[in-house]
T-cell receptor
Framework: QQQVKQSPQSLIVQKGGISIINCAYE??????FPWYQQFPGKGPALLIA?????SEKKEGRFTISFNKSAKQFSLHIMDSQPGDSATYFC????????????FGTGTSLTVIP | DAGVTQSPTHLIKTRGQQVTLRCSPK?????VSWYQQALGQGPQFIFQ???????QRGNFPDRFSGHQFPNYSSELNVNALLLGDSALYLC??????????????FGNGTRLTVT
């Protein structure tokens, strides 16, 4: 059973456009929601993360929007650049479970010039 | 400051064999987690080690075992390899004990192919 559902599977965006990736979860015990970026041949790298006590977090061109009641969160990449082309994973974890993260299935983003 | 390092980078094994993968955590980190990433999928949690003990375990059979050494480095062992064990195995480290959610720093993984 997929604990975190991610969509779309792939996304093509023009340079300068906005990329939006969505995730949904069922387990209300989740209290930490990171997004990871993975380039081919590399491990995932933490991009940005949010806790459910806030509805939005922004770091540079990357923003997480969090809707606790809908159990959904999304990643927005503003002014998308070709260098943003990568696979993005959302994840979630429960408190006191160490680093047992549940990952989504990933979104392959391609930003075309 | 070295990040998480994993060895080897690639490995080819035959079904039924055993394999050991190695991981050195990022400097200052004391907790190591292992994840399996099948092609086109997100990472799946195998287990986590802290203070040389397995603290959390995901839904993986006993064929998957691990160890953490006093210097915080870790090994993942897989016995009786199956074709379905072919995947990228990721090691991730963090700086806090098992009671906290802390950012994971991943290595670049070991690509295991079982033939």
């Amino acid at each position: 059973q997929q604990q975190v559902k991610q969509s779309p599977q792939s996304l093509i965006v023009q340079k300068g456009g906005i990329s939006i990736i969505n995730c949904a979860y069922e387990n209300t015990a989740f209290d930490y929601f990171p997004w990871y970026q993975q380039f081919p041949g590399k491990g995932p790298a933490l991009l940005i993360a949010i806790r459910p006590d806030v509805s939005e977090k922004k770091e540079g061109r990357f923003t997480i929007s969090f809707n606790k009641s809908a159990k959904q969160f999304s990643l927005h990449i503003m002014d998308s650049q070709p260098g943003d082309s990568a696979t993005y994973f959302c994840a979630a974890s429960r408190p006191n479970t160490g680093n047992q993260f549940y990952f989504g299935t990933g979104t392959s983003l391609t930003v075309i010039p | 400051d070295a990040g998480v390092t994993q060895s080897p980078t690639h490995l080819i094994k035959t079904r039924g064999q055993q394999v050991t993968l190695r991981c050195s955590p990022k400097s200052g980190h004391d907790t190591v987690s292992w994840y399996q990433q099948a092609l086109g999928q997100g990472p799946q949690f195998i287990f986590q080690y802290y203070e040389e003990e397995e603290r959390q375990r995901g839904n993986f059979p006993d064929r998957f075992s691990g160890h953490q050494f006093p210097n915080y480095s870790s090994e993942l062992n897989v016995n009786a390899l199956l074709l379905g064990d072919s995947a990228l195995y990721l090691c991730a480290s963090s700086s806090l004990g098992s009671s906290y959610n802390s950012p994971l720093h991943f290595g670049n993984g070991t690509r295991l192919t079982v033939t």
